[in-house]
C-alpha cells in the first residue's frame, strides 16, 4: 500500500550509547508536550516507560497517573537492532492495530553511529485514506521526533 518510512541519521556517540538512549531514554528526547496521548487530552506526561526485553511493553504515564500502552518489542538485540509494534494513539485513546518500527545502529567508530528508523505495516489500518493520513502524520512526525530530538539527546 504505502513505502515504508525511513530516516537515517548519524549521531556522534558510541553504538552502545545511541541504543540505550533510544529504549532506555525515550522520555529525554521524545517530545512529551506535543506527540502523546496525555498531551492531546490536556495533561503533562510523567515518563515513558520501556520494558527493555523481547515482548516488554513501551507504555506512556500521565500525570494523573493513567498508562497508554505505545507498543511491544517484538526483537530485542542489544545494540544493534530493535524492533517494535508501535500503536497510533488519538484522543479516544489506542487502537488495536500497529505499525512496524525497526531500528538499526551501525557503528561507523568508536563515537559515530548510524542509525535507520523504518516504520511499515501501513496496510494494518485499512482504509487507504486513514492510513495516507497516518503515514504523512509520521513522515512529517519522525522528522521532530528522530532527526532532531533523538540526535540532540546523543550529543550530550
Not at 485514506?129 to 497516518?134: D, K, L, V, Y
Request: with cysteine; glycine share 10%; proline share 4%.
Amino acid at each position: 500500500m504505502f513505502d515504508p518510512i525511513v530516516k537515517r541519521i548519524e549521531v556522534p556517540c558510541s553504538q552502545e550509547k545511541a541504543f540505550n538512549i533510544f529504549v532506555g531514554e525515550m522520555i529525554t528526547w521524545w517530545p512529551v508536550d506535543r506527540f502523546t496521548t496525555s498531551a492531546m487530552s490536556g495533561k503533562k506526561v510523567e515518563d515513558i516507560r520501556v520494558e527493555a526485553k523481547e515482548g516488554g511493553t513501551i507504555t506512556e504515564v500521565s500525570s494523573d497517573g493513567s498508562e497508554t500502552h505505545w507498543g511491544r518489542i517484538k526483537t530485542y538485540d542489544p545494540f544493534g537492532y530493535v524492533a517494535m509494534d508501535f500503536h497510533i494513539p488519538s484522543p479516544n485513546g489506542m487502537r488495536d492495530e500497529a505499525s512496524l518500527v525497526e531500528v538499526t545502529f551501525t557503528v561507523l567508530d568508536a563515537q559515530r553511529t548510524m542509525v535507520e528508523l523504518k516504520q511499515s505495516n501501513w496496510e494494518a489500518f485499512g482504509d487507504k485514506e486513514r492510513a495516507e493520513g497516518i503515514w504523512g502524520g509520521y513522515n512529517f512526525g519522525w522528522g521532530l521526533i528522530f532527526e532532531q530530538g533523538y540526535k540532540t539527546a546523543c550529543e550530550s
